[in-house]
Nanobody, 126 residues
Framework: QLQLVESGGGLVQPGGSLRLSCAAS????????IGWFRQAPGKEREGVSC????????YYADSVKGRFTIGEDNAKNTVYLQMNSLKPEDTAVYYC???????????????????WGQGTQVTVSS
């Protein structure tokens, strides 16, 4: 059974950093695309960053380019999202998602995914 578990969320001051983790079980990352999405209260879920495990291609939303970095550790079957220079508008529940290999821009922009984690709250506030 495919399962995704997010961790690493919390409260951080503006300008601070957090590292989110998405631990996958029931499948291996190889031949899957993994994405990080977020949803703020009253807003639609949006794709933040997606990565292809087969070729390493990545996609970032314009709002996070230069601040967030997605990466994966195949040995740990885990995908990370390093978030730096956090802003109050980054506050949201962050979800990771997985789908058999797909174009990463399509995955993020169109929110294409077969499996979702339960989410982790990120709050950026002073």
């Amino acid at each position: 059974q495919l399962q995704l578990v997010e961790s690493g969320g919390g409260l951080v001051q503006p300008g601070g950093s957090l590292r989110l983790s998405c631990a996958a079980s029931g499948f291996t990352l190889e031949n899957y695309a993994i994405g990080w999405f977020r949803q703020a209260p009253g807003k639609e879920r949006e794709g933040v960053s997606c990565i292809s495990s087969s070729d390493g291609n990545t996609y970032y939303a314009d709002s996070v380019k230069g601040r967030f970095t997605i990466g994966e550790d195949n040995a740990k079957n885990t995908v990370y999202l390093q978030m730096n220079s956090l802003k109050p508008e980054d506050t949201a529940v962050y979800y990771c998602a997985a789908t058999p290999e797909i174009d990463v821009q399509a995955m993020c922009v169109l929110r294409l995914s077969g499996s979702w984690g339960q989410g982790t709250q990120v709050t950026v506030s002073s």
